[in-house]
């Protein structure tokens, strides 16, 4: 196995980086998704609190 310099190590990850195309709309998706679950739930949950009168 050939050693391989870290700046073309950086450029060769950067290249493949631009290649893989849907990566960053996947996290967005995936993070709004988790955030609207977690709001839903805090919604849906707050309803169930018991008042103490």
Known sequence: ???TPAAAWLAQAANAAEQQGAGNLLRVVLVVMVLGCALTAWFLLRGYKQKDD
Do not use: G, L, W
């Open 1 to 3: 196995m050939d050693h």
